[in-house]
């Protein structure tokens, strides 16, 4: 059973353009054929999953949220244009399973708890150098019938975990406000080496579509640590938008 969209909670002093990003941009990258399932949260249940310094962001239904978001990483670039992109990673799978987290100075972003992905060189380098929980695993898109699957099985660590998600690709929508509270979100805080940083990114609105979920059999949400406090939101899919990410700061 999906929840329905509620068009008339509030975005009162949220942000939902990115902040200018400071040079120099460390890198960019495409997110394509991404699809967007959510869950409400309660907030004090994920507290203590939470970095110092910041705390879950809360919408004004009271609820936090958790997303399952599987997409296609692509055309990876150090800098940005005109620098070269890398062309030993090429395009991607990666899932995540990520909560909702907002700091002291007002910056909304994502806590990942855990990102699937095939590339074990981004596993690594991810983990040591930003302390984002990446692990590795067997993906495929397969698109059939007006139909697009997202399958992951993890490799490492916890072997053996699986994600299977179906969706069918509905018309362009516009988001609602808590559609856009959950997309619109300006960078990641991640824990590394003792200290939490802000990693921040910038792109266009997400152009979005109403996604059926046909079928749903996923290990990472229950993996994860974070209890639904109630039944998903409507599904949204997007083709995709093109992001920077800046220099990390730190939080705390």
């Known amino acids: 059973m999906d929840l329905p969209a509620d068009v008339s909670l509030s975005l009162d002093g949220f942000p ?29 249940s994920v507290r203590h999953l939470f970095p110092r310094g910041t705390r879950p962001d809360v919408f004004s239904d009271g609820f936090t949220y958790v997303a399952l978001v599987p997409f296609v990483m692509d055309g990876l670039r150090l800098g940005q244009a005109p620098s070269p992109r890398l062309p030993w990673l ?32 981004v596993v690594a380098g991810a983990r040591i150098g930003l302390g984002i929980p990446y692990t590795w695993a067997h993906m495929r898109l397969r698109r059939e019938d007006g139909l697009l699957t997202y399958a992951s099985r993890r490799r490492a660590p916890r072997r053996g975990l699986r994600s299977l998600l179906t969706v069918r690709v509905g018309e362009a929508v516009d988001p609602t406000p ?51 406090a109630g039944p998903r939101l409507r599904a949204l899919w997007s083709p995709g938008v093109a992001t920077r990410f800046g220099r990390p700061s730190r939080v705390d």
């Open 16 to 44: 939902v353009q990115p902040p200018p990003l400071r040079p120099p941009v460390v890198f960019d990258q495409a997110w394509r054929d991404l699809t967007f399932v959510h869950w409400p949260v309660e907030p004090d």
């Open 90 to 121: 090429g395009s991607f799978l990666e899932t995540n399973i990520r909560l909702y987290s907002v700091d002291d100075a007002g910056r909304h972003g994502v806590l990942f708890r855990s990102l699937e992905t095939e590339r074990a060189l």
């Open 178 to 228: 808590r559609e856009t509270w959950l997309t619109a979100r300006w960078g990641a805080h991640t824990r590394v080496r003792g200290r939490t940083l802000w990693v921040p990114n910038e792109h266009e609105p997400w152009p979005l579509h109403a996604a059926d979920v046909v079928e749903l059999s996923d290990d990472l949400l229950g993996a994860s640590g974070v209890t639904p």
